[in-house]
C-alpha cells in the first residue's frame, strides 16, 4: 500500500518581486516542485513533523507568477523562490481568502509593505550605483589606469632620448669634433618624434592627468619645437653647424634624468640619487640649454635675412616689409625674460620642496 501523502508546515513572506516559501523538511530527496497553471506543486520524501514519509503541498497563488520555481535544499529545509510576473505588493498569498492550515507567515523574512518599499529602493540604488561604477571604473581601477599610462609615456620618452643621448655621446668619442656638424641629420628623426609626443605632457596638465603647471610647460613644449621646427627644420644651412649638437645634447642629458624620476614616481618609489639628479642637473644645464638655442637664433638671422624665409609685405598703403629676424630678437627677449625667468623661479620652488621631502639641511 502507498504511504499516504503528509502536508508539512510552509512559511511564506514576500517583496514586490519574489516570493519565499520555506518547507520545514530535513533531509530532503528528490522533490519534485513545479508550477503548473498558477498552482505551486510540491512533493518530497523528508523527514518532517510526523517523521519520515512523503510530504506535499500544492498552493494557488493570488496573481500571476512565473513559471520556474528557484529551489534550495539545506539540511533542515527546502527554500522556494518564486517570481511574480508584475511588481506589486499581494494582500496575501493564496487565491482563497481563508488561509490553509499548513500555511503561516515567515517571520524571519517578514516584511510590511513600506519596509519592502524602502528594502526595494536601496537595492535599486545600489544596482544604479553599481552600474555606474562599472561604467565610469572603480577609483583604484582608474588610478592604476592612470599610472600605467604615464608609465608607458614616459618610459617611450626615457627611450627616445637615450638613444638620442647615446648616439651622440658614441659618435663624439669616435669622431670628435666632425660629429658636430652632421647631428642634425642623425638623431634628427628621434628629436621629431619625442619633441611632438611632449606635447602630451601639457595636455595632460591641462586636463588635470598631472600635477604639473600648465604654462611652464607649454612653454618649454613651444620653445623647443619653435627651435627644432622653424629655426633647424626649416633652415638646411642651420642643419650643419655645431650649435646643433649642443641643443640636442643639453636636451637629451635633462630628460635621461627626469623621464626616469617620473617612471618610478608612477611606481610608488624614491630613489633619492635620482631625485637628487633631477633636482640639481637642471641647475648648470638650465641656462646652458637657453643660451644654446640664443646662439642658434643668432646664428639664424642674417640666413633667415639673405633668403627672406616667412617674411612678408603689409597691404598697401603701409607697404613695409616685416623681415622675420624682427619677431627672431623678440623670441630672444622672451627666452631670457620670460621663459627662463618663469622656469627657474618654478624649478627652484621645486628644489626647495625636493629639499623639505629629503630632510636636507
Given amino acids: 500500500m502507498e504511504n499516504q501523502v503528509l502536508t508539512p508546515h510552509v512559511y511564506w513572506a514576500q517583496r514586490h518581486r519574489e516570493l519565499y516559501l520555506r518547507v520545514e523538511l530535513s533531509d530532503v530527496q528528490n522533490p519534485a516542485i513545479s508550477i503548473t497553471e498558477n498552482v505551486l506543486h510540491f512533493k518530497a520524501q523528508g523527514h518532517g513533523a510526523k517523521g519520515d514519509n512523503v510530504y506535499g503541498f500544492h498552493v494557488e497563488f493570488l496573481d500571476l507568477v512565473k513559471p520556474e520555481p528557484v529551489y534550495k535544499l539545506t539540511q533542515r529545509q527546502v527554500n522556494i523562490t518564486v517570481q511574480k510576473k508584475v511588481s506589486q505588493w499581494w494582500e496575501r498569498l493564496t487565491k482563497q481568502e481563508k488561509r490553509p492550515l499548513f500555511l503561516a507567515p515567515d517571520f524571519d523574512r517578514w516584511l510590511d509593505e513600506s519596509d519592502a518599499e524602502m528594502e526595494l529602493r536601496a537595492k535599486e540604488e545600489e544596482r544604479l550605483n553599481k552600474l555606474r561604477l562599472e561604467s565610469q571604473g572603480s577609483p583604484e581601477t582608474l588610478t592604476s589606469l592612470k599610472k600605467g599610462y604615464l608609465f608607458m609615456y614616459n618610459l617611450v620618452q626615457f627611450l627616445g632620448f637615450s638613444w638620442i643621448f647615446v648616439n651622440m655621446t658614441v659618435r663624439f668619442f669616435i669622431l670628435g669634433k666632425e660629429s658636430f656638424y652632421d647631428t642634425f641629420?642623425?638623431?634628427?628623426?628621434?628629436?621629431?618624434?619625442?619633441?611632438?609626443?611632449?606635447?602630451?605632457?601639457?595636455?595632460?596638465?591641462?586636463?588635470?592627468?598631472?600635477?604639473?603647471?600648465?604654462?611652464?610647460?607649454l612653454f618649454q613644449l613651444l620653445g623647443r619645437n619653435f627651435i627644432l621646427f622653424i629655426i633647424f627644420g626649416t633652415m638646411e644651412e642651420m642643419q650643419n653647424k655645431a650649435v646643433v649638437f649642443f641643443v640636442f645634447y643639453i636636451w637629451s642629458t635633462v630628460e635621461i634624468f627626469r623621464y626616469p624620476f617620473y617612471m618610478l614616481s608612477c611606481i610608488d618609489m624614491d630613489w633619492k640619487v635620482l631625485t637628487w639628479l633631477r633636482y640639481t642637473v637642471w641647475i648648470p644645464l638650465y641656462p646652458m640649454g637657453c643660451l644654446a638655442e640664443a646662439v642658434s637664433v643668432i646664428q639664424s638671422i642674417p640666413i633667415f635675412n639673405e633668403t627672406g624665409r616667412f617674411s612678408f609685405t603689409l597691404p598697401y598703403p603701409v607697404k613695409i616689409k616685416v623681415r622675420f629676424s624682427f619677431f627672431l630678437q623678440i623670441y630672444l627677449i622672451l627666452l631670457f625674460l620670460v621663459l627662463t625667468h618663469f622656469n627657474i623661479i618654478y624649478m627652484y620652488f621645486s628644489l626647495l620642496y625636493f629639499t623639505k621631502v629629503m630632510k636636507w639641511p
Avoid: W
Avoid at 193 to 212: D, H, P, R, W
Fill in 185 to 217: 641629420h642623425t638623431v634628427a628623426d628621434m628629436m621629431y618624434f619625442c619633441q611632438m609626443l611632449a606635447a602630451v605632457e601639457s595636455i595632460n596638465a591641462a586636463i588635470g592627468v598631472t600635477k604639473t603647471p600648465v604654462i611652464p610647460s
